[in-house]
């Protein structure tokens, strides 16, 4: 670790799970931190500026529309010098028109604007996903990423693997005696999970460390891959019950995906329902670890690991009582 600089940093996504993991370091690490915040944050718009501010402690918060370039420039940097952008911001449906919209054109204006106040690095919460890009938000955020390695900053694209909450979505349904719901035997897929601080983190120290400069960097959390199966098994053993499983076809997601498909044709609503129904095939199928190019497979091995937390951990803190799941936006089940 090389010495710290305290820096000026322009936060994108501050409100989402990552964001507020990221800025917790950042103001850890001693930056300021200056955040655009939607006036109605959250998922469904429901925080006001009020629990925005409770939730970013230490960091300011300035209100405007990160899609609107002069909302950038007039309500985000006023005409003030900043050092680095740090963005988690994301499509929160991805849904293709809000994907593009989100994690590439804003990502655009923010980028222009931030370089235009003075910003020569910026540190960008990417997906390990995108490494094999089938879904129109990967081609979004992969759109996005070549305009950043254009751009002559200084960048560290951080390709995370799988978040807990992406994971934890069926611990209700398990505690209420529900079976654990599996895609084929559960082994289709694997991942290597890392908590929200593990995370945040690693972004905020992405700004100081040399080796993380001009990289792609895909990143899980500290152990072995974990697969669904895996996930289940060790829930119920939290929960000092016998596991039971329900398999649940994949060919059950395509014959969704077609009908949704083919109604979307018709009626828009149902193509963003179809792209959800894909995302989840997606992530059904493929593993959250670093695609070997040369096999197509995917290498658990290769997948570089941070942090010290881990999902059983989390599961048995959740069990507890003493962590809140929050369900992802592209949880499955
Ligand atoms: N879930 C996973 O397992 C996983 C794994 C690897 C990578 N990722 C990637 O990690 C990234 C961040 O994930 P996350 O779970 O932290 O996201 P999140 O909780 O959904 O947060 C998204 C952030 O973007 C902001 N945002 C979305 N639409 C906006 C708009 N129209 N205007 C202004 N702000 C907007 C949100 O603001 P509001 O609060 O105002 O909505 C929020 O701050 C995503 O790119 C995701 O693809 C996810």
Redesign the pocket.
């Known amino acids: 670790m090389t010495s710290r600089t305290v820096r000026r940093v322009f936060m994108?996504?501050?409100?989402?799970?990552?964001?507020?993991?990221t800025v917790r370091a950042l103001v850890a690490r001693g930056h300021t931190v200056v955040c655009?915040?939607?006036p109605?944050?959250?998922?469904g718009?429901k925080?006001s500026a009020a629990d925005?501010a409770h939730l970013l402690p230490g960091a300011e918060l300035r209100f405007g529309?990160?899609?609107d370039p002069a909302s950038l420039t007039r309500d985000g940097f006023r005409g003030e010098r900043f050092d680095v952008l740090v963005s988690?911001?994301?499509?929160?449906s991805?849904a293709p028109k809000?994907a593009w919209?989100?994690?590439h054109r804003?990502h655009v204006a923010a980028l222009a604007a931030a370089q235009a106040a003075g910003v020569t690095q910026m540190v960008l919460?990417?997906?390990?996903?995108v490494q094999k890009p089938l879904l129109a938000?990967q081609q979004a955020?992969l759109a996005f990423e070549a305009v950043l390695v254009d751009s002559g900053v200084t960048y560290s694209i951080v390709?995370?693997?799988?978040?807990?909450?992406?994971?934890s979505g069926q611990l209700e349904r398990v505690k209420r005696g529900k079976p654990f719901l599996l895609f084929g035997d559960g082994t289709l897929t694997a991942c290597k999970?890392?908590s929200?601080d593990d995370l945040g983190r690693y972004l905020a120290d992405c700004i100081d460390v040399p080796e993380r400069h001009d990289r792609i960097l895909p990143i899980g959390g500290p152990g072995d891959a974990i697969t669904s199966r895996q996930q289940g098994e060790r829930l119920f053993a939290l929960l000092g019950r016998e596991a039971r499983f329900k398999s649940v076809p994949v060919a059950l997601l395509d014959t969704i995906i077609a009908v949704l498909g083919t109604l979307g044709r018709v009626v828009p609503a149902l193509a963003d329902k179809a792209e959800l129904a894909r995302i989840g095939r997606y992530y059904a199928t493929e593993s959250?670890l670093v695609l070997d190019p040369a096999t197509g497979r995917y290498d658990a091995a290769a997948t570089p690991s941070t942090g010290s937390d881990t999902l059983f951990d989390f599961y048995a803190k959740a069990i507890a009582g003493e962590a809140s799941v929050?369900r992802?936006?592209?949880?499955v089940f």
């Open positions: 994108l996504g501050a409100t989402g799970t990552i964001g507020q993991a655009l915040v939607r109605s944050a959250g998922a718009g925080m925005s529309d990160v899609t988690c911001l994301a499509s929160r991805g809000d919209a989100i994690d804003a919460l990417s997906a390990i996903c938000f955020k390709r995370a693997t799988a978040f807990f909450k992406s994971l999970p890392i929200d959250m929050e992802g936006d592209h949880a």
